[in-house]
């Protein structure tokens, strides 16, 4: 049985019966039927109850008079990524906001966590970026269907006709080659971050490594930018009005 953190431990054995037979039942027989709840799943668990909280906590403080810390944070961070969309999407890009600012925060939360000790980041496992990516993937190409109808279709085919039997294949493989750029880039950085600050942890306990906690904090927010961004950008292409 793989080495589980507290809270892993603590779903495991409040819900390893269910959570099993919710596997067998879709026909995913679980590696270890006592603890199928794994590290990554319960800190993506305890990222979203979080960030829950957290949404909940803003919305019953808002204020017009008197906005406090928490308020500025968020519309400071809403205005960031509302002006970016504006300058890479264009004037339609409002609709897109919602989904960019929860990608936003669950990757940055989930970079974050393993600063704590007792929890690790599962970002610094290749399922969860992957998770993101995919979210990502499946979200711009159905905005772009949602936006121009069947014919977003000719996005995959190219400006001249007569190519397109070359030019399928060719888009197919780059649209789904972003989301293995997305996943790995994201999952490289995390976990090499977490080994770094782990090993110098091991090797000087005392200031040094507060050094390296700065480079992951670092890390998680430009990592983040760039997932946001390239995600935005993916979907400037699937909305664009030429299509």
């Keep these: 049985m793989p080495e589980q953190l507290w809270f892993t431990a603590f779903l495991n054995q409040v819900f390893a019966g269910p959570v099993a037979g919710m596997l067998r039942a879709l026909h995913i027989e679980p590696k270890h039927p006592q603890a199928p709840v794994t590290n990554a799943v319960a800190m993506e668990l ?13 919305r019953s403080r808002l204020s017009v008079d008197k906005p406090g810390a928490l308020q500025h944070i ?12 504006h300058e890479i999407i264009g004037h339609h890009s409002e609709g897109f906001t919602p989904f960019l600012m929860a990608l936003g925060f669950f990757i940055l939360t989930c970079n974050l966590i393993g600063l704590i000790p007792g ?8 399922v969860v970026p992957l998770g993101c990516a995919i979210c ?5 190409q159905t905005q772009g269907f949602k936006h121009a109808g069947i014919a977003y279709l000719k996005h995959f085919l190219g400006p001249v006709w007569w190519l397109s039997w070359l030019l399928l294949p060719i888009e197919l493989i780059s649209h789904f ?14 976990f090499a971050g977490d080994m770094v600050t782990l090993v110098f942890f091991s090797l000087v306990p005392i200031g040094v490594p507060i050094l390296f906690l700065g480079l992951h904090i670092g890390v998680s927010v430009l990592q983040t930018y760039i997932f946001v961004l390239l995600t935005t950008v993916y979907l400037a292409g699937a909305v664009a009005e030429e299509h």
């Design 46 to 58: 305890l990222v979203f109850l979080f960030l829950i909280l957290l949404f909940a906590l803003v």
């Design 74 to 85: 968020f519309e400071g961070a809403h205005g960031f990524v509302v002006n970016q969309s």
């Design 119 to 126: 929890f690790e980041s599962p970002t610094a496992v290749p």
């Design 136 to 140: 990502a993937f499946v979200y711009y």
């Design 177 to 190: 080659a972003r989301m293995l750029s997305l996943t790995i880039r994201l999952y490289a950085n995390m």
